[in-house]
């Protein structure tokens, strides 16, 4: 059983940026990957962007290239999602989500776990 807690979410004005973070408690093998989703007001949840638990694979969403960076600390068992240059449509709930599956896969339904998310909300 895997557990995830999100954190660093608030209210920023556009062009500003935010850290959030994921920490992983319970057993978290190698092979895992972890990915980051967002949920806005009436849309569907997207994929953000993801990282394998070992190795140096990466991931992103067109809309988070050059923008969004993800990283880890294997030695906290959190992941990092670093965002510059926010943008009001980046508002939404992000969620850190686990897989077993060891490919980074961008459909929500291919992790197992999730955390109870980070509210971001980006003024104009």
């Known amino acids: 059983q895997v557990q995830l807690v999100e954190s660093g979410g608030g209210l920023v004005q556009a062009g500003g940026s935010l850290r959030l973070s994921c920490v992983a408690s319970g057993r978290i093998f190698s092979n895992y990957v972890m990915g980051w989703f967002r949920q806005a007001p009436g849309k569907e949840r997207e994929f953000v962007a993801a990282i394998k638990w070992s190795g140096d694979s990466t991931y992103y969403a067109d809309f988070a290239k050059g923008r969004f960076t993800v990283s880890r600390d294997n030695a906290k068992n959190t992941v990092y999602l670093q965002m510059n240059s926010l943008k009001p449509e980046d508002t939404a709930i992000y969620y850190c989500?686990?897989?077993?599956?060891?490919?980074?896969?961008?459909?929500?339904?291919?992790?197992?776990?999730w955390g109870q998310g980070t509210q971001v909300t980006v003024s104009s």
């Open positions: 989500a686990a897989s077993s599956l060891s490919v980074i896969f961008t459909t929500g339904r291919r992790y197992e776990y």
